[in-house]
């Protein structure tokens, strides 16, 4: 395995070592002074300042790894008229307008964040950026325009190039490509069908994508903001959702992304990115992160290669079967797909109450209350089932199976949360102002729009969450080795800072020392890290294997002014592992804070009730860990109650409920007691492993 | 069209994104079907084409528009002709992945197909018209005129003396933001309650007296605060999102060398001393030199973009059925 699968703290400085030299490279290309420390502990791969803030025990970075604007089509339907430039300058401050707009092009509503967001990636639907000839359009100044391939296509037309701004001559130059005037079988001839071998394509809307996110990016050394290249490869076959969000580490991308029109199934995805990425152009690195296992009918994360589910029949033509998974295939998912969205606009993919699941907790924002087949007005789609693995935490436990089986964990994934918007408006997470801007445009842009019962885009729909990074500094090559290493988590939106440790040796008082962060990284792996039987003492012969400890430390949302923080409740640790039968089990420790702490809410007002905690801090340790079982485990770090933004809305809509007849037909769900009142906002770490063979 | 409020609702569903009828709405729009190699057919914009998007506009924003705003729209329905028509008069519409995918899927969507080979769908979508009136093949040829246009040629790439001017005039844009590295003692609101402010005065008078610690131990007057009792270099932003909003205005005011507070953050109070302050400054030239570029070029590709839109209004006879409008 690679040096991003191997465990505790020496690998990572082995690592850093290991990259030392070509940091050092990139140090001296750049316009400023290192900062305090002798190296850079990841790899430089562009060229820009280092950061002021730089900091070699990690900052936290709040940020959004989904968001659409009007390059999307679902956007654009809706009314939204934004481009990335526009979504990135909203996650830096500034107001957007949204739809509805007038006739004049005035914005019925705008939206600001109350807090800028750290970073931000636009991940538009790339399967309807559309195409461009570049044999055909000198302007683009791209150097395939003098390619053999362009050469040979335009000496078959046997005509000049025409003039770019000369309609009629490239009217005729296409006329002469699609056979209205020379012989159509002359062109196939030399160049196939539709001559498809003599093209060299390009896509505007990639190019616009890319070039909006430098405009945004920050390589001064304040590193104030972060942009990715990024798209959303979008494969909804037979309506489960299977989406990946494609993220790029830099500049350096590959001519045309890889859309669902390319690649059906998420394989073929990964293989394009190994080579138009990862062997093709020097510097490219890129990961997926796949979102709403939720809506994926349990198949975003079955332990299969080439997975089209089944298809209601009758349909044609029936789809390949998928194929056993291998040990080669769960090591490229492993190693291109570190992370997965476990909450976002379209319900919380944790896990589900009474799906190989008993935890409370787990009824958070879901989706499955209503039956998905509301949503799909075609009547030859049978009931959509709910499969164990639509939800992360047991996909995380089939990892543990598969790890078993194969030696490789394909599912060992680190959490984020986001908003999936389609308004353009990256990190809108408030719960008190989704009711007026929702993410859909038009579409959930009213009242009625908001509480219908429909699942996706009705009362069902949240405001989303945000990604977390822990890096070193607000630069690309921090931020994308934090994501891969997965040291990052997922937030339902607000802002609470959450460390997260295991090790073995943590001393009780690990909270009490002024080093805290300094012991806990030393002796120990942060979230998103492996721990190995390596990183314990040995026992003594015939005595009791040392147990892991993990360190949680979590400090309330600051709040904003005029908007501070719901105080903590608790923290938790949820524990999945592997049994001496080879089944799998999870089971949740509260490790700090209070359950019962008597905290609520007042519905009518939405005031909350009760004091919480400001930080907490806590090192646990698994009394009843076992060496030789395979297991992982995930901090989930729980406030306050708070009202739930459709709360909020029926209020505002004096919507009375003792009165059955005076509430308005389309505002029933303000009265469905199968809605919930409150949501506890929270988060969930990237869980550590515990692997018992190295 | 008659659907159910059902279906109409769940035509703003995003979960089917490849589901999308929405090509049905517009396959009768009669402005939608203008053909290909018809380029010097002048350029109409039906009366009823204006009033759909005007009722559609209405119906979003509960009032009726101004005539000075019909105009507006006007114009932006002429735009967004021309663009696209200029599209189909380059071939932008033939041989595209996306158009021919999006066709091939709203043909199967309709369920009109007897076979699932991609040329017969293609065809059929041909011959349904499905090119000239998707809404989503619209969009993406408009896109891809939209930003071909802005494409600026090589020779027109910005200039060092271009970037430089430019960067004068934007250079507060990139005004780098004042630092500070500080120490704090920490006292707990949880743990502390009612004492809060009382114990956190007395370790300040200690803390300014002359048996106060050593700097490295002044920690230890206070609680436990595991994220650490050093911030180097922080920003504004950062300090909010650490300790909130209070305590990164009282930092940033600090003045250095001292021992200030009580400052009050989510957590309780703190004690601050500042150990260096760097002021706020405009960073180098180079420091922004890609960003300026990128900059530079989106705010000539718009100008351009208009530039060629008054063109096309030239080189494409524009007929305008509606009242409000006055040619020229």
Redesign the interface.
């Known amino acids: 395995m690679s040096e991003r699968e191997a465990t505790g703290t020496r690998s990572r400085r082995h690592a850093a070592r290991a990259t030392l030299a070509l940091a050092s490279l990139a140090l001296v290309l750049t316009?400023?002074s290192c900062p305090e420390e002798t190296g850079l502990p990841f790899e430089r791969t562009e060229?820009r300042?280092d950061c002021?803030?730089f900091?070699r025990?990690r900052?936290?970075y709040?940020g959004e790894t989904h968001a659409h604007t009007g390059?999307s089509?679902?956007a654009?339907?809706?009314?939204t008229r934004t481009e990335p430039?526009d979504a990135y300058a909203f996650a830096r401050g500034e107001p957007l307008g949204l739809?509805?707009?007038?006739?004049?092009?005035n914005p019925?509503r705008v939206a600001e964040l109350r807090?800028?967001l750290?970073f931000a990636i636009v991940t538009d639907?790339a399967?309807?950026?559309?195409?461009?000839?570049i044999c055909?359009?000198?302007?683009?100044?791209l150097p395939g325009f003098d390619s053999d391939e362009c050469e040979r296509m335009r000496g078959a037309i046997g005509t000049a190039v025409p003039n770019a701004g000369d309609?009629?001559g490239?009217?005729a130059?296409?006329?002469l490509?699609?056979g209205f005037i020379l012989d159509p079988q002359h062109i196939e001839s030399i160049c196939g069908v539709?001559?498809?071998d003599c093209?060299q394509r390009a896509s505007?809307?990639w190019?616009?994508t890319q070039?909006?996110a430098?405009?945004?990016?920050?390589?001064?050394?304040?590193c104030?903001f972060t942009t990715f290249v990024g798209y959303e490869w979008?494969a909804?076959p037979y309506?489960a959702?299977l989406h990946r969000n494609v993220i790029f580490r830099n500049a350096r991308v590959p001519d045309l992304p890889t859309?669902y029109?390319?690649a059906t199934v998420v394989e073929d995805l990964w293989q394009a990115l190994e080579q138009d990425c990862l062997a093709e152009i020097e510097g490219c690195d890129v990961l997926t992160i796949p979102h709403n296992s939720n809506?994926s009918l349990g198949w975003m994360f079955a332990p299969e290669s080439r997975v089209l589910p089944d298809p209601p029949a009758p349909i044609?033509?029936p789809p390949p079967p998928s194929l056993p998974l291998t040990a080669e295939a769960a090591a490229q998912r492993a190693a291109l797909e570190p992370l997965v969205e476990i909450t976002q606009h379209?319900g919380d993919s944790e896990c589900a109450p009474g799906i190989l699941s008993n935890d409370e907790q787990c009824g958070y924002e879901k989706l499955s209350r209503l039956d998905l087949r509301?949503?799909?007005?075609v009547s030859r789609f049978p009931s959509l089932p709910f499969g164990p693995l639509a939800f992360v935490r047991n996909a995380l436990k089939e990892g543990l199976v598969q790890e078993e089986r194969l030696g490789v964990n394909p599912f060992q994934l680190g959490l984020i949360g986001s908003t999936d918007t389609?308004n353009g408006t990256p990190g809108a997470v408030r719960e008190d102002d989704y009711t007026g801007l929702g993410h859909?445009g038009?579409?959930?842009?009213t009242p009625a729009?908001q509480l219908?019962p429909?699942p996706?885009?009705?009362v069902e729909a949240n405001p989303g969450g945000l990604a977390v990074v822990w890096a070193e500094e607000n630069s690309r090559d921090a931020l994308f080795e934090a994501m891969r290493r997965r040291e990052v988590y997922g937030t339902s939106g607000t802002?609470p800072?959450v460390?997260f440790f295991g090790g073995f040796g943590y001393s009780s008082d690990l909270?009490?020392?002024?080093?805290?962060?300094e012991h806990a990284d030393r002796d120990g792996v942060p979230m998103g890290g492996v721990l190995t039987p390596a990183d314990a003492a040995v026992p003594e012969p015939g005595g009791p294997a040392e147990k892991p400890r993990f360190a949680a430390?979590a400090?309330?949302?600051?709040?904003?002014?005029g908007a501070?923080?719901t105080p903590l409740q608790r923290i938790q640790i949820v524990k999945g592992w592997l049994d001496a039968n080879g089944d799998t089990q999870e089971q949740v420790f509260d490790v700090a804070g209070n359950p019962l702490n008597g905290a609520n809410v007042d519905l009518a007002t939405c005031e909350p009730q009760g004091s919480g905690?400001?930080?907490l801090?806590s090192v646990w340790e698994d009394a009843a860990f076992d060496p030789d079982q395979r297991a992982f485990y995930y901090a989930r770090v729980l406030e306050n109650p708070t009202c739930r933004w459709s709360t909020r809305l029926c209020n505002e809509l004096q919507v009375d409920c003792s009165d059955p007849a005076s509430v308005p037909s389309e505002y029933t769900t303000c009265c469905d007691g199968s809605v919930p009142k409150t949501i506890q906002e929270r988060a969930w770490t990237s869980p550590i492993w515990y692997r018992p063979d190295g | 069209m008659g659907s159910p409020p059902?279906?109409h609702?769940?035509l703003?569903?995003?979960?089917?994104?490849?589901?999308?009828i929405?090509a049905v709405l517009y396959a009768f729009d009669p402005a939608a079907r203008i053909g290909w190699?018809e380029?010097r057919e002048p350029v109409v914009i039906a009366a009823d084409r204006i009033e759909g998007?005007?009722r559609e506009?209405e119906g979003?924003?509960g009032?009726a528009?101004?005539p000075?705003?019909?105009s507006?729209?006007i114009d932006?329905l002429i735009d967004e002709e021309l663009l696209l028509r200029?599209a189909r008069?380059?071939?932008?519409d033939?041989?595209?992945?996306?158009?021919r995918?999006?066709l091939a899927e709203n043909v199967r969507f309709l369920g009109v197909a007897e076979?699932?080979d991609p040329a017969a769908l293609e065809r059929l979508a041909l011959e349904l018209g499905l090119d000239r009136s998707d809404?989503?093949v619209r969009?993406?040829?408009m896109?891809?005129m939209r930003?071909?246009t802005m494409?600026?040629?090589?020779e027109e790439a910005p200039s060092e003396a271009e970037l430089r001017s430019f960067f004068e005039r934007t250079a507060e844009t990139?005004r780098?933001?004042a630092?500070v590295t500080l120490q704090h003692v920490f006292f707990?609101?949880?743990t502390r309650r009612g004492s809060l402010a009382e114990d956190a005065a007395q370790a300040l008078a200690q803390l300014e007296s002359a048996d106060a610690p050593p700097p490295a131990q002044a920690?230890r007057l206070g609680d436990?605060?595991?994220?650490?009792?050093r911030v180097?270099?922080?920003?504004r932003?950062?300090l909010?999102?650490?300790?909130?909003?209070d305590?990164a205005e009282a930092a940033l005011a600090a003045e250095p060398g001292r021992w200030t507070g009580p400052v009050r953050?989510?957590?309780?109070l703190h004690l601050v001393q500042v150990e260096e302050q760097?002021p706020s400054h405009l960073?180098?030239f180079?420091?922004?030199r890609?960003?300026l570029k990128?900059?530079l070029?989106?705010e000539r590709g718009k100008a351009r973009l208009q530039q060629a839109l008054r063109e096309l209004r030239v080189?494409y006879d524009v007929r305008v059925e509606h009242p409000a409008w006055r040619a020229g």
């Not at chain 2, 008069?89 to 932008?92: C, H, I, K, N, S």
Request: aromatic share 12%; net charge negative.
């Open positions: 316009a400023q060229l300042d002021e803030e900091n025990l900052n936290p709040f390059y089509f679902d654009i339907v809706n009314g430039r739809p509805p707009f007038d006739a004049a092009g019925g807090r800028p750290d639907h399967e309807t950026f559309g195409e461009v000839d055909t359009n000198p302007e683009l100044q309609a009629t490239a009217t130059f296409f006329g490509l699609y539709d001559g498809e093209r505007l809307v190019r616009a070039a909006q430098e405009e945004f990016y920050d390589r001064s050394a304040a104030s979008t909804t309506v959702n859309s029109v390319e809506v044609f033509p379209k509301n949503t799909i007005p389609h859909l038009t579409a959930d842009a729009f219908t429909l996706i885009g009705g802002r800072i460390r909270c009490q020392l002024p080093d805290f962060v430390l400090l309330m949302d600051p709040g904003a002014p501070p923080g905690f400001e930080l801090c | 059902r279906t609702r769940w703003r569903a995003p979960a089917l994104h490849f589901l999308l929405g190699g380029e998007a005007l506009i979003q924003t009032r528009a101004t000075g705003e019909v507006f729209l932006r200029e008069a380059r071939g932008l033939r041989g595209d992945r996306s158009i995918f999006r076979d699932d809404p989503v969009r993406i040829l896109e891809k930003l071909l494409t600026a040629p090589p990139y780098q933001p630092r707990a609101a949880g920690w436990p605060f595991p994220p650490g009792y180097r270099l922080a920003s932003r950062s909010e999102t650490r300790f909130g909003t305590f953050s989510a957590y309780g760097r960073p180098a180079e420091s922004v890609s960003t990128a900059r070029e989106a080189r």
